[in-house]
């Protein structure tokens, strides 16, 4: 089965710009999970999908951030506007059930 | 302090040694995952425990809950064992996702 795919796999903008990430989990897995990687500190979860709804996004940085999963099946993430501090790694995982994750290779993003 | 605590940072060692990764976790968990990732790639999951031990292949994973601590061993080590390993738990309590450590780089020297 493919596994969960994400692009860009890197991505440089400017300050102030705007990016898109999308991230397409296993094919039906229903749970979608973003995390964060920056420089030097550990991975931080940002939010989970079941389907198309939003069950967390308490770890979401602030409302420069906006994910969504229309129809269920893949997840964008956009950034806009883009500050310095949101560089870093985006991995996306998806699940059937609990437990049993598979990551994504990530998306590094780098704000210049 | 991070509620999950990973050692060493950072770890060389010879091909063949017999490696071990420590993980301290200090909030309640449900489970606990050990994750791979090598330079340049995604993240794999190794183990998932809740209780006792794992293996596979030259990989074992121990979990003491009462401790709050788990080991991830390889037996005779291999360059290509040289990754980042990382320790994440999922909360109890209805908390959502996984919380992590910040890994573990492992270069295994020929």
């Known amino acids: 089965e493919a596994g969960v795919t994400q692009f860009p796999s890197h991505s440089v903008i400017e300050k102030g710009q705007t990016v898109t990430l999308r991230c397409d989990p296993i094919?039906?897995?229903?749970?979608l999970y973003w995390y964060r990687r920056v420089m030097g500190k550990e991975i931080k979860f940002l939010l989970h999908?079941?389907?198309?709804?939003?069950?967390?996004e308490s770890g979401m940085p602030n409302n420069r951030f906006l994910a969504e999963r229309t129809g269920g099946t893949y997840s964008t993430l956009k950034v806009q506007p883009a500050e310095l501090e949101d560089s870093g790694v985006y991995f996306c995982?998806?699940?059937?059930?609990?437990?049993?994750?598979?990551f994504g290779s990530g998306t590094r993003l780098t704000v210049v | 302090k991070n509620e999950v605590e990973q050692s060493p940072q950072n770890l060389t060692a010879q091909e063949g040694e017999f490696i071990t990764i420590n993980c301290s976790y200090s909030?309640?968990?449900?489970?606990l995952h050990w994750l791979q990732q090598h330079p340049g790639g995604g993240i794999v999951s190794l183990f998932m425990?809740?209780?006792g031990k794992k293996k596979h292949g030259r990989l074992i994973a121990t979990i003491n809950i009462q401790e709050k601590h788990s080991s991830l061993h390889i037996t005779a080590s291999h360059p290509r064992d040289s990754a980042v390993y990382i320790c994440?738990?999922?909360?109890?309590?209805?908390?959502?996702?996984?919380?992590f450590g910040k890994g573990t780089h492992l270069i295994i020297q020929p």
């Open positions: 995982a998806s699940s059937q059930g609990p437990g049993r994750y598979t």
């Open positions: 094919s039906g897995h229903d749970n």
């Open positions: 999908f079941v389907k198309e709804s939003k069950q967390d």
């Open positions: 909030v309640g968990i449900s489970a």
């Open positions: 425990l809740s209780s």
């Open positions: 994440a738990v999922e909360r109890g309590g209805g908390a959502d996702g996984l919380t």
